[in-house]
């Protein structure tokens, strides 16, 4: 079982940023495309930004230009640094791989928020 554990979330005004990081344990990152994903009230969760294990990254269109995902192996993490917040943005983030794999859960996520 793979534990991930985000952080880095909180409460920013319009235009402001945040750096979110996705910590695993019980499985070394650097074997697997990564993935944040994020989840607004009412909404279905979405993929917001991808990373290969190369290092390709991929974006939503509504986060293009805005939010950079990297991640660090020797950490074993993975990040997303956000830039030019929208109050759209709001939203819980969570990161997973891009597709299903068994025994990968999902972590708590964390709360972004942002004001306008």
């Known amino acids: 079982q793979v534990q991930l554990v985000e952080s880095g979330g909180g409460l920013v005004q319009a235009g402001g940023s945040l750096r979110l990081s996705c910590a695993a344990s019980?499985?070394?990152?650097?074997?697997?495309?990564m993935a944040w994903y994020r989840q607004a009230p009412g909404k279905q969760r979405e993929l917001v930004a991808a990373?290969?294990?190369?290092?390709?990254?991929n974006y939503a269109d509504s986060v293009k230009g805005r939010f950079t995902i990297s991640r660090d192996n020797a950490k074993n993490t993975v990040y997303l640094q956000m830039n030019s917040l929208k109050p759209e943005d709001t939203a819980v983030y969570s990161c997973?791989?891009?597709?299903?794999?068994?025994?990968?859960?999902w972590g708590q996520g964390t709360q972004v928020t942002v004001s306008s």
């Open positions: 019980g499985r070394i990152l650097s074997f697997n495309a």
């Open positions: 997973n791989t891009p597709a299903p794999l068994p025994g990968w859960a």
């Open positions: 990373i290969t294990s190369g290092g390709i990254t």
